[in-house]
């Protein structure tokens, strides 16, 4: 009988504590966009954009471990980081563009489309251990979700739609 552990236990270059803290602070990242657009009874909320923000993490955390993993080493792979972060802005682009419809004349779901892009942007940065990033942006994208939609209302008028 072989031994399997090998093929189901593979060590990663990262300390799992530092993985588990870039996906918590991917979570947090996106709970609290998705937060914003729940309380806006929006299509995509809070798991949506919490899932969209964990899947990029987990594909920049896997992007790190194959680079320093042994099967890719050598001369026989060709290792193109960006290619993985092209694969999730696009996928990602993808569903927020399902987001957006026009219906009666009017159209709808592009801030939620946005922010679905957002989130994968925000779990690029925290997956890759840019945290600081990830932070910083979820706060302004928060600024510009509660306090530009109240200003929006109050300056911008809009037509009358019956």
């Known amino acids: 009988m072989t031994n399997l552990e090998p093929y189901f ?3 990663t270059a990262l300390p799992l504590s530092v993985i588990g803290m870039r996906l918590l602070i991917a979570m947090l990242c996106g709970g609290a966009i998705g937060f914003e657009r729940e309380r ?3 299509a995509a ?3 949506t954009h919490i899932l969209v923000c964990l899947s990029s993490a987990i594909v920049a ?3 790190i471990e194959i680079a320093h993993h042994s099967a890719f080493q050598g001369d026989s792979a060709r290792i193109d980081p960006l290619r993985l972060i092209e694969a999730i802005t696009a996928g990602v682009a993808f569903l927020a563009a399902g987001m957006i ?3 009666k004349g009017e ?3 592009l801030t939620t489309g946005a922010g679905l892009w957002f989130a994968g942007s925000i779990g690029l940065s925290a997956g890759l251990g840019f945290w600081h990033i990830s932070l910083l942006a979820t706060a302004l994208a928060l600024i510009v979700l509660w306090l530009l939609h109240g200003f ?3 300056v911008v008028s809009r037509p009358e739609t019956d």
Do not use: C, H, Y
Request: hydrophobic share 35%; aromatic share 4%; net charge positive.
């Open 152 to 154: 929006e209302n109050r």
């Open 61 to 63: 955390i896997l992007t």
């Open 40 to 42: 806006k009874n929006r």
């Open 107 to 109: 159209v709808r779901g």
């Open 9 to 11: 236990a593979t060590d």
């Open 45 to 47: 909320g809070l798991r």
């Open 101 to 103: 419809v026009f219906s």
